[in-house]
């Protein structure tokens, strides 16, 4: 394949777009509807001046893009990186409102990035760019417009620092304009654990669909970050095998399966899963196309692409990460019979226990941890046999099967409260 397609077949929003076409296709999706969702209805671009430590003042970039408030306000994550840009914000803003649509709760899509290293950056650095990232945002954000939450490189800390920012502007305590926030101030209990537990709970619905057993279930997770650290550590108490670990940095085997709990307490003594005595090293590339039963890609976008998807040797693919597998490489997985459960699926367990904290946010009456993550089991399992349905009946992959399910719930909404002229 040549590079200039591989760069487009790696374009979050070419993959999101050529998704969308071939679920708004088949659903027959009339003209006008169709151009309405294909595009974000909001682009906001920052350019936040923040002092650093050393005195020198310092530009950078950041965006806030909602793709629909059709169905409740937007809401979606905010990520720190680098390489963010317009085009991804796009992509993961649009799958915000499918994610949730899938889901079944009243939320549309929006997605939030800014242009740094986090890792170069001290925690003053990051705390005065939040905030007045925040402050550029403040007529955009809120609890009934766009309730941003934790995403690639964010956290617990920033979502506190948007809460207390917002609130000084509004001259009041507002914890609902943002979820994953610490309890104290907020927080669902059950958050933290959220999107990894949901994954789990797919993953459960999917080994008994496909007829086998939790204890011969082989894993490999791709990202021990959020997603991926908890997966693996309710996986393996589930019972599962988790015979592979991919970190930034390289990656871990064991054919007998990892003691995660060993693996938690190394990373809690060390600062990172390197150098874990309970397994051999492994090239993180290659760890993806072992022989295994469920692969978990729970980091960040294209990992499966038309370059390694026909090596790929799983039954079941989890997509923990947002848009881990290019819209090319579903065509070699799907003729593979790989079971895909899509990340708008996937992770969508995230979202959902943070609408419970929006909820319980705007009740001001907090839930017990057991209530929470049964809430969110009862919603997964729901939206999984939704999916699984939806694809049986109309004779498509789980993919375009829960995308023509959110874009169809979606449409419905605009038909019903039509078009403001
Ligand atoms: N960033 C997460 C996601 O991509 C969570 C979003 C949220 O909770 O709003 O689904």
Known sequence: MKTVDLEQETNPWEAQAARFDLAAHKLN??????????????EI????????DD???????????QHSIARGPAKGGLRY?????????RALASWMTWKCAVVNI???????????????????????????????????IGPEKDVPAPDVNTNEQVMAWIMDTYSMHMRQTCTAVVTGKPINIGGSRGRREATGRGVQIVCDEAVKKLHLNRESTRVVIQGFGN???HAARLMAEAGYKIIGIVEVGGGLYNKNGIDMAALWDFRQRNGTVHGFPGADKYDPA??????CDILIPAATENQITSQNADRVKCKILAEGANGPTTAAADEILAEKKVFIIPDILANAGGVTTSYFE??????GYFWKESEVNERLEHIMITSFDDVVRYAETHGVNNRIAAYMLAIDRVAYTIRQRGIYA
């Open 29 to 42: 999706l009339d003209e006008g509807l169709w151009k309405v969702l294909r595009s974000p209805s909001r």
């Open 45 to 52: 671009i920052v350019h936040i001046p923040v002092q650093m």
């Open 55 to 65: 005195g020198h003042l310092e530009v950078f970039t950041g965006f806030r893009v």
């Open 81 to 89: 990186s680098p390489d963010v840009n317009l085009d991804e914000v």
């Open 106 to 140: 009243p939320f549309g899509g929006a997605k939030g990035g800014i242009i740094c290293d986090p890792h170069k950056m001290s925690m003053g650095e990051l705390e005065r760019m939040t905030r007045r990232y925040t402050a550029e945002l403040f007529e955009f």
């Open 227 to 229: 997603v991926g650290s």
């Open 286 to 291: 290659e760890l993806l196309l072992v022989d």
């Open 358 to 363: 929006w909820v319980q946010d705007r009740q």
